[in-house]
T-cell receptor, first 112, second 115 residues
Framework: QQQVKQSPQSLIVQKGGISIINCAYE??????FPWYQQFPGKGPALLIA?????SEKKEGRFTISFNKSAKQFSLHIMDSQPGDSATYFC???????????FGKGTRLHILP | NAGVTQTPKFQVLKTGQSMTLQCAQD?????MSWYRQDPGMGLRLIHY???????DQGEVPNGYNVSRSTTEDFPLRLLSAAPSQTSVYFC??????????????FGSGTRLTVV
């Protein structure tokens, strides 16, 4: 059972455009939703995270939108740059459990 | 402060061989875990540990063993390598997820090929 579903699998965006990656979850006990960024040959690194008590969190060009009732959250990258080209993973975890469950990832390519 | 160190970076094994992937962290993190990354499958949890002497299974534990004798080290053992274990393996650590805002620190990975 895939607990965190991520789409699309790959995404191509023009430089300066908005990149949008979507995730959905089933388990309402999840209470922490991080996004990780991975460059080729490197390990993933925490990009931004949100808890379900807020509907949006913004850090620079990166914004998480969270819809608790729909059990969905998304990552928006504004003014996308070639340096943003990477694989992005959404994830979820819950307070009583130390595990983080990852989505399958989205390979983002920003055209120069 | 080296963070999370994984060795080796690359390894080729023959089917049936055993080996240990090493993971060490110098951040005094309580929580450590092993993931495997396969194309189209994302990151799947193999085993994890919430502290020295405590380990538990993740999503895909079969064929792998772990132990946690110290806070710093969390080796992953492949008992009898199979081609299905060809993958990139990542070790990750963090403080207890009570302080989850910090997130995981990942190592740079071990690329394993089983022939």
């Amino acid at each position: 059972q895939q607990q965190v579903k991520q789409s699309p699998q790959s995404l191509i965006v023009q430089k300066g455009g908005i990149s949008i990656i979507n995730c959905a979850y089933e388990n309402t006990a999840f209470d922490y939703f991080p996004w990780y960024q991975q460059f080729p040959g490197k390990g993933p690194a925490l990009l931004i995270a949100i808890r379900p008590d807020v509907s949006e969190k913004k850090e620079g060009r990166f914004t998480i939108s969270f819809n608790k009732s729909a059990k969905q959250f998304s990552l928006h990258i504004m003014d996308s740059q070639p340096g943003d080209s990477a694989t992005y993973f959404c994830a979820a975890s819950m307070d009583r459990d130390d595990k983080i469950i990852f989505g399958k990832g989205t390979r983002l390519h920003i055209l120069p | 402060n080296a963070g999370v160190t994984q060795t080796p970076k690359f390894q080729v094994l023959k089917t049936g061989q055993s080996m240990t992937l090493q993971c060490a962290q110098d951040m005094n993190h309580e929580y450590m875990s092993w993931y495997r990354q396969d194309p189209g499958m994302g990151l799947r949890l193999i085993h994890y540990s919430v502290g020295a002497g405590i380990t538990d299974q993740g999503e895909v534990p079969n064929g792998y063993n772990v132990s946690r004798s110290t806070t710093e080290d969390f080796p992953l053992r492949l008992l009898s390598a199979a081609p299905s274990q060809t993958s990139v393996y990542f070790c990750a650590s963090s403080y207890s997820l009570v302080n989850r805002g910090i997130g995981y620190t990942f190592g740079s990975g071990t690329r394993l090929t089983v022939v």
